[in-house]
């Protein structure tokens, strides 16, 4: 595998290059702005990249995207980064909901929602989580019944959802059918998130900020053209999502700051650290970690690139990027004691955010099931519900597994 640019994305990078450092000017202080305008100003600068090419790289050019690969993506990712400015707001809504919109919409979905989704006009949440239903998707409870005249009534709990507290369209799935085995009665649906019914909720997180929400939707009217797909072809659109939010969680270690250097830089700090052969050993198998996940991406990127789509191994580089940046946390505040959870530190927020990150994009549990059973080929999981309707599962639960 040749890590180097080719000539013509290395023109591709002098391009990027050249854009961010005309435009940085213009990219928004986070830092300085207060909590009700870091928003509008990130939603801003998000249009800014999609004028300038820089959003929706790998969206086809017919839907205001560039037609590019995914290395394009990381050029770009790696460039904003060098910049150090702002990427786009809607990580979620580019990443995983567009494309889902892209592969399964109607024509009229394509071009009223993907334009203003692009450039930062409509930020879009992903309605999937539910109390009963985390890592076992498809025993959502959320219940859309079809009208006589075509229209939806919804009703149910979502959980768990990033950005619905600003958030103009959820993209949603409920159960359409509750007669048929629970994976085949599901129906995903476009969900105006100011529409009567609609109550988003913040949940204060360990890290002291509301990043995620319950949402309650309580006989909400959601249009006949609001369904993404077929009626009960929302498992086949879920699973697109899912397979873009693992490949972004996956490929994003980096991104996220998730890196050997930043490690070590942080433990090399503390003289006695630096002698300590724990401290070295530990160190040392974070950083061999990081680098596999490194390697795995760049794999993952040329499979991608030759006209792959993200499979379940995607799964594997998530798991293995939380747990060793929770890894690389427990190690910083060994060294540097009480000072790595000080509300001025750099660490700080990392400790307190990634036990989270842990289940967004599925439970280690379950995504390690997924890659033992669909990468290894291993025997599945004894399962009760196999081909039983949704609505009887829980008198099979009681009763145990059948003899």
Known sequence: MDLNDTPEQAQYRE????????????????????????????RAWQGKLAEGGLAGVTWPKEYGGQGQGPIEQVIVNQEIAAAGVPGILDVIGIGMLGPCLIAHGTDEQKSRYLGPLLHGDEVWCQL????????DLAAVQARAVQQDDGTWRLSGQKVWTTNAQFSTYGMLLARTDADVPKHKGLTMFVVPMDAEGV?????????????FNEVFFDDVALDADAVVGTVGGGWGAALTVLMFERLTIGLGAEGFGYNAARFTKAVAQDAHARRDPEVRKRLGDINTELLAIRFQSYRVLSALSQGAIPGPEAGLAKVTTVKAAIDAGELIADVLGPDALAEESEWAYMISFLPGLKSAGGTEEILRNTIGERVLGLPPEPRLDKGVPF?????????????
Do not use: C, M, N, Y
Not at 391 to 403: D, T, V
């Open 199 to 211: 109550t988003t909720r913040g949940l204060r997180q360990i890290s002291g900020e509301a990043e």
């Open 128 to 135: 999937f989580s539910e109390p009963a239903a985390g890592s």
């Open 15 to 42: 391009q990027v290059r050249a854009w961010l450092e005309e435009h940085k000017s213009e990219a928004p202080d986070v830092d300085a702005l207060s909590e009700d305008e870091i928003v509008p100003a990130r």
């Open 391 to 403: 609505s009887e599962l829980k008198s099979i639960e009681k009763q145990g597994a059948p003899a």
